[in-house]
């Protein structure tokens, strides 16, 4: 019985391949992919058989920004719903997608844990997939309704919490952690039992924050994109309890997911205006198993971060937002949790030149002169620092891989974004 429903399910994914391939190929309104391939001096033949699939060239970022956005709508113009837009943190500029109709997201936003009134103060739901949201509240089989409030205004979204009695609160973790202040004064944080993040890294120390504040609520870590228009990578109820970054699936609506030298590869293909074939997400999982234990069939992936965003590649050095979060953390009555790091070329032959910028303690300041609380920062980042298991950051700087940190004190950070950004690389080698 359960082999023939691998091979029911093989059949099915064959068969969505092949609808999805004949539909780009054959399609009328753009010849997007068809030059594409062409490009590629594959034919036509080549194409539409679904066992060459995994040999198809992958599709970048970067193409879809170097055609005009109507060159690659795949529908009548009048079947256009809505256009979404990346807030461009990460090439730094937005990435912008035509949206169709979608009969069906597959995706029960309660997350089977029994919330009913859900509280969205998350960017990307609250500028374009609200719509879309509603849907997938009245499809799924919890039925929820979602209260789209004001992510830039918490002191009003507190309020509106308390009025409709919110049991769940969509947003990032920043946001969430910023709500938690105006949510004490105007309800109730214990009353929240979901925490459904998305959009940034959920690093360890950010969970704990998050637990101290909503100390009732499961946290769920979600993975979606504004390419995508969906989440489309979620936690089952045994890995929310398990407090892991880890996720399954969601089949369908995603024909089929690759993880290549640890990148997510998505091929998806419920948004007929731009359907993606093998995109390139520049997100990292890896591939845990196939189960995690709760029945859920399929591979289980664990979030590995951004490239650029999440880790750097600095001297031969992966910098990792987890780990530089562990040493700021014991530094943060200095840094208040608000700080930057730069890497930039040196020209000296002292390493790659690392900037911290800090937004003014001015509590610290007032009590400290400026100059002793650089020291205490440099010091400390120089000996508690550990850029590998063996080696902290005064080693590196011995070996001329980096030179001593500067400190500099700012009014705001020079490298601005909607999210929150910690690494920031002015390298090449990236």
């Given at each position: ?25 054959h ?18 033949k080549y194409?539409?058989n679904?066992k ?6 992958f ?14 709508l795949?529908?009548?113009?009048r ?28 995706f029960?936003?309660?997350?089977d ?10 960017p ?23 209260v789209?409030?004001d992510?830039?205004n ?5 309020i509106?919490a ?27 944080p214990k ?12 690093t ?40 892991k ?26 948004n ?5 074939i ?7 999982f890896?591939?845990i ?9 399929g ?17 031969g ?11 700021f953390?014991q530094i943060?009555?200095?840094t ?34 400026a ?9 400390h980042?120089m ?10 950051l005064?080693?590196?700087?011995v ?20 999210k ?6 002015h390298?090449?080698?990236?």
């Amino acid at each position: 019985m359960f082999f023939y429903t691998i091979i029911s399910d093989m059949e099915k994914n064959i068969k969505n391949t092949e609808e999805l391939l004949s539909f780009v190929w054959h399609n009328k309104f753009s010849d997007f992919y068809r030059k594409k391939y062409y490009a590629a001096s594959l034919s036509e033949k080549y194409i539409l058989n679904p066992k060459n699939f995994d040999k198809l060239p992958f599709l970048t970022r970067q193409e879809l920004e170097s055609v005009p956005l109507d060159e690659r709508l795949f529908v009548d113009s009048r079947e256009i719903q809505f256009v979404a837009y990346t807030s461009g943190t990460s090439s730094g500029k937005p990435m912008i997608t035509y949206f169709a109709n979608v009969d069906d997201y597959y995706f029960d936003p309660t997350l089977d844990l029994g919330v009913r009134r859900l509280l969205i103060i998350h960017p990307p739901l609250n500028k374009h997939f609200h719509l879309t949201f509603v849907q997938q509240c009245i499809q799924s089989k919890n039925r929820s309704f979602p209260v789209f409030a004001d992510h830039q205004n918490l002191a009003n979204s507190a309020i509106i919490a308390d009025e409709i009695k919110a049991d769940a609160v969509y947003a990032t973790p920043t946001i969430a952690l910023m709500f938690g202040e105006f949510l004490g004064k105007y309800y109730d944080p214990k009353k929240i039992k979901l925490l459904a993040l998305g959009s940034e890294t959920l690093t360890l120390m950010r969970r704990n924050q998050l637990k101290t504040i909503y100390p009732n609520a499961q946290i769920a870590d979600l993975y979606g994109s504004a390419e995508i228009g969906q989440y489309i990578l979620y936690p089952c109820s045994k890995i929310i309890a398990e407090e892991k970054s880890w996720f399954h699936i969601l089949q369908p609506p995603v024909i089929k997911t690759e993880i290549i030298n640890g990148e997510l590869i998505i091929t998806y293909a419920n948004n007929k205006a731009m359907p993606l074939i093998r995109y390139r997400t520049g997100d990292f999982f890896e591939i845990i198993g196939d189960n995690c234990g709760c029945g859920i069939k399929g591979q289980v992936l664990a979030w590995s971060g951004k490239k650029d965003v999440d880790k750097i590649k600095a001297a031969g050095v992966e910098i990792k937002i987890d780990d530089m979060e562990k040493v700021f953390n014991q530094i943060s009555h200095l840094t208040n949790d608000k700080y930057q790091l730069h890497f930039y070329e040196s020209y000296e032959k002292l390493g790659v030149k690392m900037v911290v910028e800090i937004i003014e303690p001015a509590a610290v300041l007032k009590i400290l002169p400026a100059e002793t609380v650089r020291e205490t920062i440099i010091n400390h980042l120089m000996n508690n620092w550990f850029l590998s298991p063996t080696a902290k950051l005064k080693d590196a700087v011995v070996k001329c891989l980096f030179s001593t940190p500067e400190v500099k004190f700012v009014k705001e950070f020079s490298f601005k974004s909607d999210k929150i950004r910690r690494l920031v690389s002015h390298l090449n080698e990236n």
